[in-house]
């Protein structure tokens, strides 16, 4: 008898301000039956807060959830062997549920790169994913490096997935790129590149979204910078562009080459060769981080981009990310039993 699926499924979880209503792992909640969800909003808001009371709570009990990790403690006692917790971004909720399960399960997603990982800060988190059931990760590269860790624990790469209703493209677009994010973002490079670019291209547009704290990169180059821009604003960027363009150290899941691909555009991601993990698909391209060569692709992607091939790139999209699908991969690796 498969005793897990009996279990009732618990969502843990909240979002990122940044990533908006339409963006971010959360929206998994509005596609994945939970059979209850915990939302811990306020907490993670208040850990973002630079008060004086929240950077004491930071220095004793750092960046995780501590409060919202007792309350599933509490929970775990009172209702032993029913329960499967859901953790969505484990790196912020967990770390000492697993001493107190009592027949239930835990599962974790987790989106930080094998790098974030390795570090020494990180050590005690990592250890204490032993006493972890079950291990989402957002690419193949983290699959690969959790299983060498925990050879015998259940471990599945199940990609990010992204809302099709809402990003969607329109018929016409202008000789535009956006760049979107802030983290693990290669903003001197990217600098480098639109300069270039710009010098050989009076009429091209370039806009850029991240916070203010990266504008300095941008310093002289031609280009526009925006921050905490409303969804319709960002859609409207991306409808309006041929070209998105991001330079990355590492990376995971991303909601930027999800969120423009939907809406036609072609991605170009700028990363080092290590990185190159993720098959290339027809609506993202991954190049070496090397000027010359990164500004040629993106020439040729701006003058050969048509309506026809951002409806393959959106096809492409919904094929494999649409959240429906994404939603019942999670379902049934959460459900699954290998005890």
């Not at 973002?185 to 806009?207: C, E, G, P, Y």
């Not at 993990?277 to 993202?284: A, G, I």
Request: charged letters at 20%; hydrophobic letters at 40%.
């Amino acid at each position: 008898m498969n005793k897990t699926v009996n279990k009732k499924l618990i969502y843990v979880g909240f979002s990122f301000l940044h990533h908006g209503n339409h963006a971010g792992y959360n929206q998994i909640a509005n596609y994945l039956d939970y059979d209850k969800k915990i939302k811990c909003q306020r907490e993670f808001n208040f850990i973002q807060k630079n008060t004086w009371f929240a950077r004491i709570a930071k220095k004793i009990f750092g960046n995780r959830l501590w409060w919202v990790e007792l309350h599933l403690i509490a929970m775990s006692v009172i209702r032993p062997n029913q329960l499967i917790f859901h953790l969505i971004y484990g790196e912020n909720t967990y770390k000492h549920l697993g001493k107190f399960k009592f027949g239930n399960k835990i599962a974790l997603t987790l989106h930080q790169p094998p790098s974030f990982f390795i570090d020494e800060k990180q050590k005690s988190f990592v250890n204490s994913l032993k006493l972890v059931d079950k291990l989402i990760v957002m690419s193949a590269e983290m699959e690969t490096y959790f299983k060498s860790l925990f050879p015998t624990k259940d471990i599945k790469y199940i990609p990010h997935g992204i809302d099709t209703t809402f990003f969607k493209p329109k018929d016409t677009k202008k000789n535009q790129i956006i760049m979107v994010g802030n983290w693990l973002r290669d903003f001197d490079f990217a600098a480098k590149v639109f300069q270039s670019l710009i010098s050989r291209n009076v009429n091209l547009t370039i806009n850029i979204i991240t916070h203010p704290n990266n504008y300095f990169s941008f310093s002289g180059v031609n280009v526009t910078l925006l921050s905490d821009i409303k969804d319709d604003e960002l859609l409207k960027l991306y409808q309006e562009s041929k070209i998105v363009f991001l330079p990355l150290f590492r990376f995971t899941a991303n909601n930027a080459i999800l969120e423009a691909s939907a809406c036609g555009c072609s991605v170009i991601v700028a990363t080092d060769k290590n990185n190159f993990l993720v098959k290339n698909e027809s609506s993202v391209l991954f190049v070496e981080k090397e000027i010359e060569s990164v500004c040629e692709t993106i020439e040729n992607q701006l003058e050969n981009w048509t309506t026809e091939k951002g409806l393959k790139n959106r096809d492409n999209m919904i094929a494999q990310f649409d959240w429906h699908i994404i939603a019942r991969q999670t379902k049934q690796f959460l459900l699954s039993n290998n005890d």
